[in-house]
């Protein structure tokens, strides 16, 4: 991209695309002083509030559902689908750097057999990091929700923050459970900069009795 100032003082871009780019339309816009260059293949992103047109303002942004996995094969018992969204905010740089995007670690007491076996409740641990070489989060709060049919319906567990981004979910099995149950596993944190993840697990780990 060339950008020049024109006898009027406007400013004018013009774009040469990228390899497999030669359909995309670039529109531009000043304002303030700043000019912006848009991809056409970005108007619904703008649309959609999900892409700042700007991209100077440091606001709340979400990714796109997308960063999905699945296995689908039979000889696979656990974890056969999991789904993440992450929420953050994102001032402007001049190079590129590591997006503040949550994770999330898990603790469970299972055995060989990825299952848990004793009766009544059992803790899970949570811990919430940020991306290899982004800042810390602090301050973040946790929700937990557990399911046994697949993710129709949740049910809340008890947290309890342990420090240091910690957390640990009581789980109460069902009372009249026989047999082997699945757990399917729900976390949402959000830490005190505003930034957040949701993550389903299904079918994270069984119980059986």
Known sequence: MTVAKGPDGRQTASVRPGPGRDGIVFHTFEQDGHLTVLPSDAS???SQGRLDRRRGADQPRQLPPGADTSR???DWD?????ATTWSFRSP?????TELPLLQLDYAVPVDAHNTIARAGSYGVDVTGRAQDRAPAPHGSRVQVEISYDDGRTWRPANVHDRGHDTFRATVDRPRHQ????????????????????????????AERR
Not at 179 to 187: A, D, I, K, N, Q
Not at 190 to 204: C, D, H, K
Request: without cysteine; glycine residues 6%.
């Open 44 to 46: 619904p992103l703008v």
């Open 78 to 82: 656990y974890a056969t689908a999991t």
């Open 178 to 205: 026989s047999g082997t149950s699945y757990v399917t596993l729900r976390v949402t944190a959000r830490g005190s900069a505003g930034n957040s993840v949701q993550q389903t697990v299904s079918r994270a780990w």
């Open 72 to 74: 689908t094969s039979p």
């Open 92 to 96: 402007p740089r001049d190079k590129p």
